[in-house]
């Protein structure tokens, strides 16, 4: 396949169905908190009207430019207009319960922070998995290998929460080595203090994570490995005496990357909804904690703002395991 003709019959239509899902995902994003049936306006109002009386002059006034703040003022379809105009400038609208603070603030706060743990655990994670998958698929039939699995798989359906609180109970209070909520220590800086602070608050969270994530993608990299043993080309490396450890990774490992690449952008796409039951359980201050605390108080701008990064970041991950498809497999170039 020419590149112009890759081009037009693959690219193209694969940037054109990332702008479809963007939009579709951003309508919907749109229309579903306006066809709850909480209005988040009303429940402000009465929240401040709750203790104190106000002239119903002044609520009526105070309802007409809360609408138009918010941009819940005019038609739908003024409204939406105005919504895509509004995203398009970057602007998410102010928070309701942390007011005036836009909301782009309140995300971009918690954005390096997710961004940080998710990133490390997941790539830690993606790479343990298929290595340490596809030596056990390999290795199949000694007693080490055997050993292993049978961990993981006792491990694997283990739920994340129980994970853990393990974790939580074993390593920050019984034996107190790390601490049980925070992100950090101390004032932000370039010191030593402050970036060891970083890496000791976000020990339990990422091994959390990388034991759920490691147990995943060891089965898959198994299954995957054991397939692929019984490949010609594996077969004729092993009679031809090539080392075993480049067996596994120049024949075993490289011939089934490409449902680990497509795990790994998926899961880096999804990392801006934020590891919201890890954020939660360990007090970490990343966007998964501000989702939770903005659906406990119908902070609908903050939830919408949060949904539209997830929905743009997922989308993303997926073009980008399709525009790398061609380099892990050339029969999608010679199609």
Known sequence: MGGMQLLRTYILPRIAQWAVVIFVGVTLTFLIPRFS???????????????????????????????DLYGLGGTLL??????????????LGPSF?????????????????????????????????????????????????????????????MPYLIIALVLLV??????????????????????????????????????????????????????LATTEISSDYVQYAELAAVPKRRIVTSYVIRNTMLPHVN????SLGAMFEGALITEVMFGYPGVGSKLFTAISVS???????????????????????????????PRVRLR
């Open 170 to 223: 074993v390593f920050a209070f019984y034996w107190p080595l790390f601490p049980m909520v925070g992100g950090a220590q101390g004032t932000p800086a370039l010191t030593w203090d402050y970036i060891s602070s970083i890496f000791r608050f976000g020990f339990l969270p990422a091994l959390s994570i990388v034991i759920g994530g490691f147990a995943f993608r060891f089965i898959i990299a198994k299954a």
């Open 299 to 329: 902070d609908y701008n903050v939830i919408m703002g949060i949904t539209l990064l997830s929905i743009v970041g997922i989308a993303t991950g997926s073009l980008i395991v399709d525009l790398l498809y061609p380099v892990f497999d």
């Open 37 to 67: 049936p909480i209005n988040p306006i009303d429940d402000m109002i009465s929240r401040m009207t709750a203790f104190q009386t106000i002239d119903p002059e002044a609520v009526v006034r105070m309802r007409a430019n809360m609408e």
């Open 263 to 266: 795990d790994l952008a998926l």
């Open 78 to 91: 003024e409204q939406y207009l105005a919504f895509w105009k509004r995203l398009l400038q970057g602007d």
């Open 97 to 157: 319960q942390n007011f005036p603070t836009p909301v782009a603030e309140i995300i971009g706060a918690g954005i390096p922070w997710t961004v940080g743990l998710l990133t490390t655990a997941t790539i830690l994670s993606w790479l343990l998995g298929i290595f340490v998958g596809s030596l056990v698929g390999y290795n199949q039939h000694r007693r080490w290998a055997q050993a292993l699995e049978r961990v993981v798989i006792v491990i694997y359906p």
